[in-house]
């Protein structure tokens, strides 16, 4: 059963870069044709998609977000990572990691991390 | 990108009770939509996908239907182990985009 983990500081300062990491145990993030996501939740409000990265390493962002994210695999540690830059208090959410499933012309998110809080404050 | 409305946004009923919403896309999506339950506190699961597919283990009380722009997701009895938040997501367009959400509770 594919196991998802995020990781990284709870607490980032403005301006500063929020960098996060996705360990996955139970699947290989090089095999099959998943993608890997990166969702975030302000408290008390709904689901943002940020992004995903297929093993291609082609890459797809929310344009919402402008230039300010990248995500990145690294394969030998199984993992795949978030970054967003020049983050203020907006940025403030919960952010899980995904695996989308991806299934001819279907996709979804059929596993979650458990999510982690990240708060940027001065 | 595609605006996803749900209805309602929050809904209380008994236990047993039939309940529906209802998820609405801006523009035409064929069947690319799936549903979400959120506990609070958890992380989304899912539910359906493509519309009217059911996720492995999910419990034959909740369906979903639809195509186009208008879909519903229903639950034929409502149990208390189902309160939760109640996500659609579209997956015909990048970016990929959330409904609001709608909240269900027991009353």
């Known amino acids: 059963q594919v196991q998802l983990q995020e990781s990284g500081p709870g607490l980032v300062k403005p301006s500063q870069t929020l960098s996060l990491t996705c360990t996955v145990s139970?699947?290989?993030?090089?095999?099959?044709?998943?993608?890997w996501t990166w969702i975030r939740q302000p408290a008390g409000k709904g689901l943002e998609w940020l992004g995903r990265?297929?093993?291609?390493?082609?890459?797809n962002y929310n344009p919402s977000l402008k230039s300010r994210v990248s995500i990145s695999l690294d394969t030998s540690k199984n993992q795949f990572s978030l970054k967003l830059s020049s983050v203020t208090a907006a940025d403030t959410a919960v952010y899980y990691c995904?695996?989308?499933?991806?299934?001819?012309?279907?996709?979804?998110?059929?596993?979650w991390g458990q999510g982690t809080l990240v708060s940027v404050s001065s | 990108d595609i605006q996803m409305t749900q209805s309602p946004s929050s809904l209380s009923a008994s236990v047993g009770d039939r309940v529906t919403i209802t998820c609405q896309a801006s523009?035409?999506?064929?069947?690319?939509l799936n549903w979400y339950q959120q506990k609070p506190g958890k992380a989304p699961k899912l539910l359906i996908y493509?519309?009217?597919n059911f996720e492995t283990g999910v419990p034959s009380r909740f369906s979903g239907s639809g195509s186009g722009t208008d879909f519903t997701f229903t639950i034929s009895s409502l149990q208390p182990e189902d309160i939760a938040t109640y996500y659609c997501?579209?997956?015909?367009?990048?970016?990929?985009?959330f409904g609001p959400g709608t909240k269900v509770d027991i009353k």
């Open positions: 990265i297929l093993i291609s390493g082609s890459t």
């Open positions: 493509d519309a009217s």
């Open positions: 995904a695996r989308g499933r991806r299934v001819e012309w279907i996709e979804f998110f059929d596993s």
């Open positions: 139970g699947d290989s993030i090089s095999s099959g044709s998943h993608s």
């Open positions: 997501q579209q997956y015909d367009n990048l970016p990929f985009t």
């Open positions: 523009q035409d999506i064929s069947s690319f």
